[in-house]
């Protein structure tokens, strides 16, 4: 991957919830470790997610954009569901999850 460049990233969100939630956005970031914290990098772009009934899937692929000043490294790459926070939720807490492999991320 290159900075400035495009990577093609998939998920899967599931709603673990009672009730009905609305329409949200995956969002994705560059991460150093497997843990989403505020010093992630945030990718450009997200997947737009419909809203689900409970206990119903929906999976999908997004192309992101690598930020500019993206500093050359090996990076996890991390998805959260309703990446925007506009979904009401009884647990916050599992919307993230890294991917298993890094990335590397070079200088163009």
Wanted: glycine share 12%; hydrophobic share 35%.
């Amino acid at each position: 991957m290159v900075v400035g460049g495009n990577l093609s990233v998939s998920d899967t969100v599931l709603n673990q919830g009672a009730g009905a939630s609305t329409p949200s956005t995956t969002r994705y970031f560059l991460s150093l470790d497997m843990t989403h914290d505020a010093g992630d990098l945030e990718l450009l772009g997200g997947r737009a997610v419909p809203a689900l009934p409970p206990g119903q899937l929906s999976g999908g692929t997004a192309t992101v954009t690598i930020p500019p000043s993206t500093l050359p490294g090996r990076y996890y790459v991390i998805a959260c569901a309703d990446g925007d926070h506009l979904v009401p939720e009884s647990n916050e807490g599992n919307n993230c999850l890294a991917s298993r492999r890094r990335v590397w991320v070079r200088s163009p």
